[in-house]
């Protein structure tokens, strides 16, 4: 049996454990430079507030309607996340972190009869510990485990944040409920396709008449599909891999034209490059630097520039990563000078494990920066912050439009809550 835990609006229930004045009114979370709405309570929801919309096109609406607007936290996100997957990690140690706010959880083993007790207890703790509310969905394989978990969270008071599905007539009940668009992978243009079909529901897209379509269209994805929703788990648990690329890409509050400033934001982002290689233990052969552009006078508001270039040596860094970074950033701007760069990005592609870096016979790199490079990182992680620094960053990270951010309560120590003892 498998079960899907997903934390309900992750983002706003985070700024509400540390600020329960909001718990019960309106909250919208902005995304990066406070551009869209990205996250809102079911309060917000109600009140008609669009997932996505721009907030300068929201204004209005979000202060005649007073709803908390708050812009993204990510460094207490992350940390509350961590400690969600925590908890559900003393349930079961076969967890499977799906996303920051959604982790797939196999129960093989346990007692038949428990599976509404177990998600009752997972639900209570997570509320009492870290004050986040959670569904829970259980299944016979993971893509029912979703679909129970919708039915959770659509019907609160009849199942109380739990649902599981463990009989065949709940099966098919769920499957005649859902709709062809809810299912767990089939996206926006496959849903036309079947749609246009008659395949309008769950139910519909397992019957008979509809394999041979199906496996047309889907081809073995969709014959996988099939048997999930009939009870057949085929997607098992997946281990969490080395990642095959690492890209930091940002935009900026405001557009920029001088060499300097884009040469400030490369470094900073080739930096980061080479922090996630050595927590990885990989390294990288290929570096890519991206520039964007938004021109809202343009037919094509949008506009992408990159090079790449191959590095001699395997290497993880950052001063490498960062001088190379810097120099296709040179001839990325000469080829384009005169244009208003809005976004920029550093991409370090074919990866390679640490252990088996292949050294070169005529060119090699300085055998100080692996040891500069570890110092970097312990005095960083020491000091909970990117604190050393290359010469050519600036002294903001991000450098992120975040009129409205809350403290990150967890993650630094100036933003630790106060308690008053008298």
Same mark, same amino acid.
């Given at each position: 049996? =498998?079960?899907?835990?997903?934390?309900?609006?992750?983002?706003?229930?985070?700024?509400?454990?540390?600020?329960? @004045?909001?718990? /019960?009114?309106?909250?919208?979370?902005?995304?990066?430079?406070? /551009?869209?709405?990205?996250? *809102?309570?079911?309060?917000?929801?109600?009140? #008609?507030?669009?997932?996505?919309? &721009?907030?300068?096109?929201?204004?209005?609406?979000?202060?005649?309607?007073?709803?908390?607007?708050?812009?993204?936290?990510?460094?207490? =996100?992350?940390? $509350?996340?961590?400690?969600?997957?925590?908890?559900?990690?003393?349930?079961?140690?076969?967890?499977?972190?799906?996303?920051?706010?959604?982790?797939?959880?196999?129960?093989? #083993?346990?007692?038949?009869?428990?599976?509404? @007790?177990?998600?009752?207890?997972?639900?209570?703790?997570?509320?009492?510990?870290?004050?986040?509310?959670?569904?829970?969905?259980?299944?016979?394989?993971?893509?029912?485990?979703?679909?129970?978990?919708?039915?959770?969270?659509?019907?609160?008071?009849?199942?109380?944040?739990? =649902?599981?599905?463990?009989?065949?007539?709940?099966?098919?009940?769920?499957? !005649?409920?859902? !709709?062809?668009?809810?299912?767990?992978?089939? #996206?926006?243009?496959?849903?036309?396709?079947? @749609?246009?079909?008659?395949?309008?529901?769950?139910?519909?897209?397992?019957?008979?008449?509809?394999?041979?379509?199906?496996?047309?269209?889907?081809?073995?994805?969709?014959?996988?599909?099939?048997?999930?929703?009939?009870?057949?788990?085929?997607?098992?648990?997946?281990?969490?891999?080395?990642?095959?690329?690492?890209?930091?890409?940002?935009?900026?509050?405001?557009?920029?034209?001088?060499?300097?400033? $884009?040469?400030?934001?490369?470094?900073?982002?080739?930096?980061?490059?080479?922090?996630?290689?050595?927590?990885?233990?990989?390294?990288?052969?290929?570096?890519?630097?991206?520039?964007?552009?938004?021109?809202?006078?343009?037919?094509?508001? *949008?506009? =992408?520039?990159?090079?790449?270039?191959?590095?001699?040596?395997?290497?993880?860094?950052?001063?490498?990563?960062?001088?190379?970074?810097?120099?296709?950033?040179?001839?990325?701007?000469?080829?384009?000078?005169?244009?208003?760069?809005?976004?920029?990005?550093?991409?370090?592609?074919? $990866?390679?494990?640490?252990?088996?870096?292949?050294?070169?016979?005529? @060119?090699?790199?300085? &055998?100080?920066?692996?040891?500069?490079?570890?110092?970097?990182?312990?005095?960083?992680?020491?000091?909970?912050?990117?604190?050393?620094?290359?010469?050519?960053?600036?002294?903001?990270?991000?450098?992120? *439009?975040?009129?409205? $951010?809350?403290?990150?309560?967890?993650?630094?120590?100036?933003?630790?809550?106060?308690?008053?003892?008298?």
């Amino acid at each position: 049996m =498998y079960a899907l835990v997903d934390c309900n609006n992750f983002y706003a229930s985070c700024e509400r454990v540390f600020q329960p @004045e909001f718990v /019960g009114k309106p909250v919208v979370i902005l995304s990066n430079n406070d /551009g869209c709405i990205i996250s *809102r309570s079911d309060e917000a929801k109600a009140l #008609g507030v669009k997932m996505g919309a &721009p907030e300068f096109k929201a204004r209005a609406m979000l202060k005649e309607n007073n709803i908390a607007v708050f812009s993204s936290n990510y460094a207490l =996100y992350g940390d $509350l996340s961590n400690r969600v997957m925590k908890i559900l990690e003393l349930f079961t140690p076969n967890v499977e972190v799906y996303s920051i706010d959604e982790s797939f959880l196999n129960f093989d #083993g346990v007692r038949e009869d428990g599976f509404e @007790e177990y998600g009752m207890e997972m639900k209570q703790r997570i509320m009492k510990w870290l004050s986040i509310p959670v569904c829970v969905g259980f299944g016979p394989s993971k893509t029912l485990s979703k679909m129970a978990n919708k039915i959770a969270r659509k019907y609160p008071e009849q199942t109380k944040g739990v =649902y599981v599905i463990d009989t065949d007539e709940k099966r098919i009940k769920a499957l !005649k409920w859902t !709709k062809i668009g809810d299912v767990w992978g089939i #996206g926006y243009r496959m849903k036309k396709k079947l @749609e246009a079909r008659k395949i309008l529901t769950a139910f519909d897209f397992i019957q008979p008449q509809s394999e041979a379509f199906i496996k047309n269209q889907m081809g073995v994805v969709g014959l996988r599909l099939i048997g999930e929703l009939k009870g057949n788990p085929v997607l098992g648990m997946e281990l969490p891999e080395t990642k095959k690329s690492i890209a930091i890409t940002r935009s900026f509050p405001k557009q920029l034209t001088d060499f300097d400033s $884009l040469r400030e934001r490369v470094s900073t982002f080739a930096m980061v490059c080479g922090e996630k290689l050595r927590n990885q233990n990989s390294c990288c052969n290929t570096v890519i630097v991206m520039l964007g552009t938004m021109d809202h006078n343009a037919e094509n508001t *949008r506009g =992408y520039y990159h090079q790449s270039a191959t590095v001699p040596f395997a290497t993880n860094s950052g001063m490498t990563i960062a001088n190379m970074s810097v120099k296709i950033l040179e001839k990325l701007y000469e080829e384009n000078k005169g244009l208003r760069f809005n976004k920029a990005g550093v991409i370090v592609t074919q $990866l390679t494990k640490e252990s088996e870096k292949q050294f070169q016979l005529f @060119e090699e790199e300085n &055998p100080k920066h692996l040891a500069l490079m570890k110092t970097i990182d312990l005095i960083n992680e020491k000091a909970g912050e990117r604190k050393v620094k290359l010469g050519t960053q600036g002294r903001v990270t991000w450098n992120m *439009r975040q009129n409205l $951010l809350s403290p990150r309560y967890t993650t630094r120590i100036t933003d630790i809550m106060k308690v008053k003892c008298q």
